[in-house]
Antibody, heavy 122, light 106 residues
Framework: EVQLVESGGGLVQPGGSLRLSCAAS????????MSWVRQAPGKGLEWVSA????????YYADSVKGRFTISRDNSKNTLYLQMNSLRAEDTAVYYC???????????????WGQGTLVTVSS | DIQMTQSPSTLSASVGDRVTITCRAS??????LAWYQQKPGKAPKLLIY???SLESGVPSRFSGSGSGTEFTLTISSLQPDDFATYYC????????FGQGTKVEIK
């Protein structure tokens, strides 16, 4: 059974940093791309970042480019999101999601974690 | 960037109704479109991928169609468990979600 468990959320002041983790199990982690998606309170889904199975390719939404860094440790089956220079508008539930390939390099998200809440406020 | 626009934003329907949600892409995305269902306080759940492929375990009353820039999600006979918010997502060029369609009880 695929399981994705996020952790690391919490309250942080504007300008601060936070690192999210996503522990994966039930599949061969290194074979799949992974992604982070966020949802601000009462709002829709926003894709944040994605990473290939090897970690060699990374992708970022314009809203977080230069501030967030996605990474993975395939030996620990864990996905990370390092968030720096946090702003009030980064307040959201952050979900990690497993990528499923549909075509040679395109992927959608077939499994999602339960999410972790990040609140940026003074 | 590819923009995704869903309509309607809210839909009121009764159990047993046939429900259709539309999703439009700002440029062609071929069939690289997924649909997700989300209930309050829960993670999204994949329903449809590649525009019309039903994810394993998803009831057959859900179906998807379309290609290029116009897509639809249809629920053939709305069930009590289907009241939720639905999102389309393109994955042709990075990833973009529609703004969501809330299906509520009439």
């Amino acid at each position: 059974e695929v399981q994705l468990v996020e952790s690391g959320g919490g309250l942080v002041q504007p300008g601060g940093s936070l690192r999210l983790s996503c522990a994966a199990s039930g599949f061969t982690f290194s074979s799949y791309a992974m992604s982070w998606v966020r949802q601000a309170p009462g709002k829709g889904l926003e894709w944040v970042s994605a990473i290939s199975g090897s970690g060699g390719s990374t992708y970022y939404a314009d809203s977080v480019k230069g501030r967030f860094t996605i990474s993975r440790d395939n030996s620990k089956n864990t996905l990370y999101l390092q968030m720096n220079s946090l702003r009030a508008e980064d307040t959201a539930v952050y979900y990690c999601a497993k990528g499923e390939y549909s075509g040679s390099y395109l992927f959608y998200f077939d499994y999602w974690g339960q999410g972790t809440l990040v609140t940026v406020s003074s | 960037d590819i923009q995704m626009t869903q309509s309607p934003s809210t839909l009121s329907a009764s159990v047993g109704d046939r429900v259709t949600i539309t999703c439009r892409a700002s440029q062609s995305i071929s069939s690289w479109l997924a649909w997700y269902q989300q209930k309050p306080g829960k993670a999204p759940k994949l329903l449809i991928y590649k525009a019309s492929s039903l994810e394993s375990g998803v009831p057959s009353r859900f179906s998807g169609s379309g290609s290029g820039t116009e897509f639809t999600l249809t629920i053939s006979s709305l069930q009590p468990d289907d009241f939720a918010t639905y999102y389309c997502q393109q994955y042709n060029s990075e990833w973009t979600f529609g703004q969501g369609t809330k299906v509520e009880i009439k």
